[in-house]
């Protein structure tokens, strides 16, 4: 099952101890500027598993963000934690292992830091970001209504464009574009337009494989407290006493990459979920999903990793 394998909680624990936090640097040791214009700088994981990790500035909207002016007084509200929703099992949970000492917000990692892609890697992201969209478009899940049937519900847990499905969380599969585990939908003034894809690395814990290399950065959301967890969800708060009535306590999401089936000013991997007005008119005109409609050909660049 996704995510239920928690043996040490070793990636979850990003930031345990004054020790570790130094290891991070000052950067992400103290709270991050919220307006600042540029991510942070890389730095080492506490983990010393060859990754590194940076803070993202941009508005985490209770999970992701929604488009650049726009309000939607429900989304708070609909991304409250469902707790107290059945009496605690004796038998189940898992004590919450407290906060990570980052501090909360979007965090992106790489294996990658400061690295230009390989003409490989360029290649490979692309080859990666066609096959999604093909497969979509193949699902037929451009179909709000098609996407529905097939699995994919929007959760009081979630914000507003994040659609789940149950069946493809729950398997041990990642990267497969016949099996994502999130749609991304946007509401335009044509109607829920599908923008793109989120897929959820295999554990909580686990890194997400860099298919395309520095242009593949992962992210994952980090806050204040921990939540309980299960299949890559978060599906309550710990009680008093920090146990979870179901799955386990965790301070942050697992890792999630995006890949954009509009043309995103950031890249087909951008983390930045936040669209202008200018992208959702564009998205709500383009019928993305049409066969006679090939997405543009992406100026991969270097994706924000140059030095």
């Known amino acids: 099952m996704k995510a239920l394998r928690h043996p040490h909680l070793s990636i979850v624990s990003l930031a345990v101890g004054a020790g570790i936090l130094l290891s991070i640097g000052p950067a992400l040791a103290k709270d991050p500027d919220p307006v600042a214009a540029e991510p942070t700088p890389w730095q080492v994981s506490p983990d010393s598993d060859g990754t590194s990790v940076r803070y993202v500035p941009m508005h985490d909207h209770d999970g992701h963000g929604g488009a650049k002016g ?38 992106e990692v790489t294996r990658f830091p400061d690295a230009k892609p390989t003409t490989e890697q360029k290649a490979a992201a692309q080859a990666f970001a066609k096959r999604s969209l093909e497969a979509a478009k193949a699902k037929g899940w451009f179909d709000y209504q098609k996407a529905l049937a097939d699995g ?48 959820l690395a295999d ?18 959301h980090q806050w204040p ?11 309550g708060e710990p009680s008093e ?61 270097d994706g924000g990793n140059a030095p």
């Open 70 to 107: 726009s309000k939607d007084k429900g989304a708070k509200k609909d991304a409250k934690s469902s707790k107290d929703t059945k009496a605690a099992d004796p038998h189940a949970g898992h004590k919450a292992k407290g906060s990570s000492g980052l501090a909360p917000g979007i965090y």
């Open 152 to 199: 994919f519900s929007r959760r009081q847990e979630l914000d507003r464009l994040h659609y789940a499905n149950d069946e493809f969380l729950a398997d041990d599969e990642e990267l497969n574009p016949e099996r994502p585990e999130f749609l991304m939908f946007y509401d335009t003034p044509k109607g829920k337009k599908l923008a793109g894809i989120m897929y």
């Open 203 to 220: 554990t909580q814990e686990g890194h997400g494989e860099q298919i395309g290399g520095p242009l593949t950065l992962w992210h994952y």
């Open 225 to 235: 407290r921990p939540s309980c967890w299960e299949n890559g969800l978060p599906i």
């Open 241 to 301: 006493n920090g146990e979870c009535w179901k799955g386990f306590a965790a301070p942050r999401s697992p890792e999630m990459l995006h890949v954009w089936f509009l043309d995103h000013p950031a890249g087909d991997f951008a983390t930045d979920m936040e669209l202008t007005p200018d992208l959702i008119e564009k998205l709500a005109e383009n019928d993305l999903g049409s066969a006679s409609v090939a997405k543009p050909a992406a100026d991969i660049g």
